[in-house]
């Protein structure tokens, strides 16, 4: 990478997360772009050097937070089993959601009523890391590691349940599941996800 290179990734990275910053501290319709670019130390023209609208910022911003999140996981899918990796993915998830607790109630609502939005995020983000986590299942079905199934139900499934768990367990923490640890959810997900409701179902 050149040095052109390396500056232009530099002030993209302090353009998203200035404009993240900003995004969770007076919600998405709030925000300017000139109060962003006036925060990062530019001209607000710059940022359209790399953006061309709010939205495309915004997306700009999920796939910069939730892909640095996904990529602590994915370095390791190869090589762990099953449990492990829903073990990982859960508690990294987690993680990510707190640390981005007050952007995430920004931008939700924005998203849920953005049908153009919808359609971008879905996307952009979501059937990545659908299609990314379908191709570990599969190559764990091939191990013998997990059962035939039919992957483009269980991941959708899998992944909404884990999404919701983790937007509940840190947007309403004084509401939900207050006397569960973490590892107790994560643990009992687990044996959701790999044996059920059955009398025999045992982590092995």
């Not at 990545?128 to 959708?156: H, K």
């Not at 509940?168 to 959701?192: C, G, M, Q």
């Amino acid at each position: 990478m050149t040095w052109q290179e390396e500056l232009r990734e530099r002030r993209r990275n302090i353009i998203l997360e200035t404009a993240a910053a900003i995004f969770a501290e007076k919600g998405y319709q709030r925000a300017t772009i000139k109060e962003i670019a006036d925060r990062a130390g530019i001209a607000p023209g710059t940022i359209y050097l790399y953006f061309k609208n709010k939205h495309q910022l915004l997306m700009g911003i999920a796939n910069h937070v939730i892909g640095e999140a996904w990529a602590q996981t994915q370095a390791q899918m190869a090589r762990i089993d099953p449990e492990t990796y829903i073990d990982a993915v859960l508690q990294n998830m987690l993680h990510f959601v707190r640390q981005n607790k007050a952007f995430l109630q920004a931008v939700i609502a924005e998203i849920w009523t953005d049908k153009d939005l919808q359609e971008q995020f879905f996307d952009e983000i979501v059937i990545p890391l659908f299609e990314n986590a379908g191709r570990y299942l599969e190559l764990q079905i091939e191990r013998g590691r997990a059962r035939p199934c039919r992957v483009e139900i269980v991941i959708p499934t899998i992944a909404g349940s884990l999404i919701i768990l983790s937007l509940l367990r840190t947007l309403a923490p004084e509401d939900f599941l207050t006397d569960a640890s973490d590892e107790e959810l994560v643990d009992e997900l687990k044996r959701l996800y790999f044996y059920g409701l059955r009398l025999d179902g045992e982590v092995s």
